[in-house]
């Protein structure tokens, strides 16, 4: 499933990510890889963007780019 | 000796410029607490045990392989500068993501320490961290400091003489996974077996740039007949990486390796004793402030209070000031004799110079709020609530960092949208950012809201300026990304930093180095422009018109000489260069209902905003005292302009081309002049539109 369908409070493992290079780089550089444990902590409103922990930090993105990650509900 | 030069890497928010302060004792630079405060290298200098010690500040960045103009300038000055020492800098409470930062600076293959800062707030998070342990693998000295408490700060400063003077490098114990191990292993043997050597490269660091498919090493190795031999081995090396990591991305494979490595780091270094039952203060925080619903209210909220705490609060030191200023005018002009040098002193100078200082206690509010919106870390979350809004117009939840910079002045804000990584995301940013009224052009509005609405109701007009002039500019970003930039969207990735109380001592340094500069801007720029103006304003002497004034004045009754007085100013201001300017110019504003003294102030306004005042000041109150204060400047504004063109000249002044400084760092983050021609017609065209429109609505 997408990281795009999770709601709050929901956990979930990295399964691949389908961006472009670019943003690959930047969210390995904050930890976000393949195999990377995450939990869903806020959503704004319409899920136009999504606020998401892994190893500790808080990081942002956009429902879009979330669309682009392949996640496995834990 | 010769100094050592340190430069200071790290990601965002882990205290890079608070340690540089903590580390000299000074405290020149601006430290915040959203990504990006370092927009540009900062460079400082300090004695320590008799040497002297040149730091460079990069800026923060969480990898040195990205595309973002930070990045690129971090690795640029990384790869190719002349310095001594790196000190990485670390978040201790994020090791695991900040050691993949420092994974990439490891292989610049330089002399590095490590400072793995906030050491105070991990040991109250619980968090133990084996310092030793991580000297053993990574192979460079380590150093636990708090910027805050000043505590290991002295420690780090003796490593890094320790590390200077040390002519050898450690090496490493970093083990990659145990494929990506065997495939070294091989090409490093084979290197071996050749008995070839680069620089001072070791074999394994140059199997794993080949293996990493680092552009330079390539390079080099281009033209060796070793390279047929080699390729081979690469390519059979890569499939088997390729296989392992089931992708063909080389980037990906090289983030998943560090990513495996820091992971191990940090098991085999930290010990956190977190119960996890409890939510961490920042989530918690985050739970209403972020909140679907509660988030966007509160933001308006906190920015609506801003507002009308500068203003309010703001009034009462002003009267203090607008008292001082017209007692030092009186008290100065009873000292001078010489009419001419009074005039200029007096008239020209301090009233120029007053007007300016007035609203100096207005601009420390707005500072001292938009500081605490960035050392709390809620800056980021403004952006996270505001992309969705931000997108629909064609911008970046992160160009609201810029823009709400642009309230207070343009000129860091035009720096701060750096951070933007696309091209086009930040040109545009850029073209609005003076959409956003700067602190600057806040004693214009207050000066006209002032004199043209009760003193109740110009916070909430004050308030409507500033809110209609942003939305303005999201309409305009939208049309720029429709009709001129068009093109993919930046991502938008950004980190949370955790929410800090704000440090009184930061707060103060920023809106201290601000008012400063906005004193000093008061005290030459707008000083020299003042006398030019006042110059303009009283020249070419007019001895005809005068004694033709002088005779009808002696021949009539008493309260006829005073108008006839004014009448008389009126006509020699009419009739200097100032006057003549204005006029020439007039037509084109006579659409917009202004006058040509309106017309002389808007373009003494695009030397700096903070000039509009005081050329009105030296253009209206001609008829006064020399004690003329703001009061009786909108007083005579009032009595002299209309309240359309007023407001048509509130809206010019709202769009029109920010000061002469701004235009600069515009035309440089821009990336060249014909930029600063294009802002230009752009501004100034629809400035002209929309003030046209406003004045005839009213009229």
């Known amino acids: 499933m997408k990281l795009s369908e999770l709601h709050k409070g929901d956990r979930a493992m990295i399964k691949k990510i389908d961006s472009s290079e670019d943003l690959k780089i930047r969210l390995a550089s904050f930890g976000v890889v393949r195999g990377s444990e995450l939990s869903v902590e806020a959503c704004s409103m319409g899920k136009k963007t999504m606020e998401i922990m892994v190893d500790d930090t808080l990081i942002g993105l956009r429902g879009e780019e979330a669309k682009e990650i392949e996640v496995e509900k834990l | 000796m010769d100094a050592i030069k340190i430069v200071l890497a790290g990601q965002p928010n882990v205290g890079k410029s608070m340690l540089i302060n903590a580390m000299s004792g000074s405290n020149g630079l601006k430290v915040g607490n959203f990504s990006g405060v370092t927009v540009e290298k900062t460079e400082l200098c300090f004695e320590h045990h008799c040497h002297m010690f040149e730091m460079v500040d990069l800026p923060g960045t969480y990898s040195i392989s990205g595309f973002s103009q930070e990045e690129k300038v971090a690795h640029k000055y990384l790869l190719n500068e002349e310095y001594d020492v790196i000190i990485n800098v670390l978040d201790s409470t994020h090791l695991k993501r900040n050691l993949l930062l420092t994974l990439e600076l490891l292989k610049l293959n330089k002399k590095m320490v490590l400072a793995l800062n906030m050491a105070d707030e991990a040991k109250k998070e619980n968090i133990e961290i084996d310092v030793r342990q991580i000297e053993k693998i990574i192979g460079v000295p380590v150093v636990l400091v708090s910027a805050n408490t000043k505590e290991g700060v002295e420690e780090l400063l003796e490593k890094v003489h320790e590390v200077a003077d040390n002519q050898e490098r450690i090496k490493s114990n970093i083990t990659y996974s145990d494929v990506m191990e065997e495939e070294i292993l091989e090409i490093e043997t084979f290197l071996t077996q050749k008995g070839f050597a680069l620089r001072d490269l070791s074999n394994r660091e140059i199997a794993l740039r080949l293996l990493f498919e680092d552009k330079d090493i390539y390079k080099e190795l281009h033209d060796e007949p070793l390279m047929m031999e080699l390729q081979p081995i690469i390519l059979k090396a890569l499939q088997h990486l390729y296989t392992h990591h089931d992708t063909k991305n080389v980037q990906e494979i090289k983030a998943n390796e560090y990513h495996a490595i820091a992971r191990g780091i940090h098991l085999e270094t930290v010990r956190c004793q977190r119960n996890k039952g409890k939510k961490s203060l920042t989530k918690r925080i985050d739970e209403v402030l972020i909140n679907k619903y509660l988030g966007i209210p509160i933001f308006l909220f906190l920015m609506w209070g801003l507002f009308q705490l500068t203003f309010t609060l703001g009034a009462i030191p002003m009267d203090w000031i607008d008292g001082a200023i017209g007692a030092f005018g009186d008290w100065v002009g009873s000292t001078i004799s010489n009419e001419f040098m009074r005039n200029v002193i007096v008239d020209g100078i301090i009233a120029g110079v007053g007007a300016v200082l007035l609203f100096l206690p207005n601009i420390i509010i707005l500072y001292i709020g938009i500081a605490l919106l960035e050392t709390t870390g809620y800056m980021s979350r403004v952006a996270f609530l505001l992309d969705g809004f931000f997108h629909k117009f064609g911008l970046h939840g992160k160009s609201f960092i810029p823009l709400v910079t642009g309230f207070g002045c343009s000129v860091p804000a035009y720096m701060a949208a750096r951070t933007l990584k696309s091209e086009k995301d930040r040109l545009i940013t850029l073209f609005i950012i ?22 109740d109701s110009a916070g909430n007009i004050l308030f409507i300026i500033y809110i209609s002039g942003a939305m303005l500019g999201l309409v305009m970003a939208k049309v720029l990304r429709v009709v001129v930039f068009k093109g993919e969207d930046e991502p938008f990735v950004m980190e949370m930093p955790k929410y800090r109380f704000p440090s009184f001592t930061l707060v103060w340094h920023t809106v201290y180095n601000n008012a400063k500069s906005y004193v000093k801007k008061a005290g030459t720029f707008i000083l020299g422009a003042s006398v030019l103006i006042w110059v303009l304003a009283t020249y070419p002497n007019q001895p005809l018109l005068e004694q033709e004034y002088q005779t009808k004045i002696e021949q009539s009754a ?23 300017i204005g006029k020439a110019s007039e037509p084109l504003f006579a659409p917009l209902g202004f006058d040509w003294k309106m017309t002389v102030a808007l373009e003494a306004g695009l030397a700096a905003k903070e000039v509009v005042v005081s050329t009105l000041g030296v253009l209206y109150a001609i008829g006064d005292n020399v004690d003329e204060n703001s009061n009786a400047l909108s007083h005579e504004l009032k009595k002299n302009i209309s309240f359309a063109s007023a407001m048509a000249f509130i809206v010019f002044v709202m769009i029109y081309l920010p000061c002469l400084a701004a235009s600069m760092v515009f035309a440089k983050e821009a990336g060249g002049y014909k930029y600063l021609v294009y802002l230009f017609i752009f501004t100034t065209v629809t400035a002209w539109v929309f003030s046209f429109i406003t004045y005839r609505i009213l009229l």
């Open chain 2, 434 to 455: 003076g959409f956003m009224s700067c602190g600057a052009r806040l004693p214009i509005y207050v000066l006209f809201t002032g004199a043209f609405f009760g003193a």
């Open chain 2, 558 to 580: 008493k309260e006829d000489a005073i108008t006839l007085e004014n009448e008389l100013k009126m006509k020699k201001l009419e009739q200097s260069y100032l006057g003549k």
